[in-house]
Structure formats: C-alpha cells, structure tokens
C-alpha cells in the first residue's frame, strides 16, 4: 500500500435532505488534515452532512469540493481513488468471505485493460494484516463477530488506498474494548500513513481522545468547531445537547473527560438566578 498525500475536503453553502425540509442548510465546513470527529444529539444531521460529503447524496444546493475541485464534476472512479466512504451499518451479500469482500476496494483502480493482478493481491493482504484480519481471509463474513466484521470494513476502505477516509459511527454496536481497538486503528491510520479522516461518533469521549478536531453540529449547523478543549465546555454541552455535565480533564490522556449529571447533581451545582451550565 503507498502512502496517501494529505488532502483536503470542503462544504461551501451546503443544502442537503430527503423529502420535505432540508436536513442541513447552507453549511460551510473545511476539513484539511488530521483526524476531525462530527458530534451532535440525534437527527442533527451528522450522517447526512458525511454522505453529502462522500457523494452518496446529491446536494440541494452548494457544493462539496475536494482538492479543490467541486466533487460533483468530478469522474466516480477518481473520487473513489481520492476517499473512501465507509457508511454506517453496512451490508454485503450472504457468503461472502471476508477476502473477496476487501478485494472490492480494488476495484478503482481498475479497468477493462488492468484487471486483477499481483499487487492488487499484495495490497489486500496488506490492508487484512493492518486490521489484523489476514488470518480471517478465507471466513464467511457472516461468521465473524461485530468487532471483526467491522475491522473487514476498514480493511476494504485501506484496500482503496485512498488518502481520505469518511467514516459514519464505526463504533455502533461494538463493546468498549472494540470500540477502542477500532479508534487505535484510526489513529495510526492518521499517525503511520498521514490520511485525513472524519468521522461521525457518538461518544464525547472518545471523540475528544483521538480527534485533534471537534464539530459540534445541531439542527443541521455547525455551531462549533476547534480542539476537543474549545468545544467540550460544559456551556456548550448544554446549548447543544441539553446536558448538564461537568468537564474534568481526564488524568490518563488530558483531554476532556464529560461526566454527565443527573437532576440532583445539577440542581446541587447550579448558582442562584442561573440555570446549570449557563
């Protein structure tokens, strides 16, 4: 696998939705480098800003511009040469082995005249041993736990060989321990091979422990954006997720660490004429 160059990606007056009233309005975002992390409460259009971004959905209006360049004029097969989108809860055909489902990711890089070849094959086993996979190559993914099943996932985006990586919630429906695995692995992605990744995360905490960058979104805006210091405040839990929480910096790593309140405790905090976390 060659080691991608850093690339850069952009929303510019961003409109995207289904049916009925736009999801996110007039969104403008730059994403250049690192490791970004999107939070925000349920149905504030996190996973709906990630597949504009990744071209799975089609923009009311605005643009999404990667390198530069707006995305939507761009050929399908030099996007997928340029970032790889992995959505969330994805799903592959009964059978499958976990092998011919990260062969996939190959298939940007080919054509009528450049089919299969040996150093497609040395880039799939590349990206299994990276995930600690390899061994799985021959398994019905339908055989494998969430935590590995999840790992085949990210091995098919690396097969890609992309310098981007979108990724929607990769930690649904894992435990903590795998949770953690999958975030360590993101992390060296960034640290070993300088690809630029976002990703959408539920967990304040961990989120704030391997993104260098946080954007807090809610009704469909970005109300916040900066280092996970600068976003997690305890003011600004509040005004975005309604959460009474103290932000204590946490002794192993010196990030934030959120600990939310319950009524009580909130109630025991709060200061005369003001309510928690004004």
Not at 182 to 187: G, K, Q, T
Not at 260 to 269: E, N, V
């Amino acid at each position: 696998m060659t080691t991608p160059a850093t690339t850069s990606l952009a929303a510019h007056d961003l409109t995207l939705g289904y049916a009925g009233a736009p999801v996110v309005d007039g969104l403008s975002l730059d994403l250049d480098g690192g490791i970004t992390a999107i939070i925000g409460p349920n149905g504030c259009g996190k996973s709906t800003l990630l597949r504009g971004l990744g071209r799975l959905l089609k923009p009311r209006g605005g643009q999404v511009v990667l390198d530069g360049r707006d995305i939507a004029r761009l050929p399908t097969k030099e996007v997928a040469r340029r970032m790889a989108v992995l959505p969330q809860a994805p799903q592959a055909p009964e059978g499958l082995t976990v092998a011919d489902l990260v062969a996939r990711g190959r298939h940007p890089h080919q054509a009528w005249y450049r089919q299969w070849s040996p150093g497609d094959e040395k880039v799939v086993d590349a990206a299994l041993a990276r995930t600690d996979m390899l061994e799985f190559a021959d398994r019905p993914l339908d055989e494998l736990s969430g935590g590995q099943r999840q790992r085949v996932w990210i091995s098919m985006a690396l097969a890609q060989d992309t310098p981007l990586l979108l990724l929607d919630e990769p930690t649904t429906y894992l435990d903590l321990a795998h949770q953690v695995e999958v975030l360590e692995l993101v992390r060296r992605l960034h640290e070993e091979d300088g690809r630029t990744i976002v990703m959408v995360l539920h967990d304040l905490n961990l989120a704030a422990r391997y993104a260098g960058q946080l954007v807090a979104m809610r009704d469909g805006a970005v109300v916040a954006r900066g280092g996970p210091e600068e976003v997690l405040t305890e003011e600004r839990l509040d005004a975005v997720f309604g959460l009474a929480a103290k932000v204590i910096t946490d002794p192993v790593n010196g990030t934030p660490l959120v600990i939310p309140l319950s009524g009580q405790d909130a109630t025991k905090r709060q200061v005369p004429g003001r309510s928690p976390g004004s």
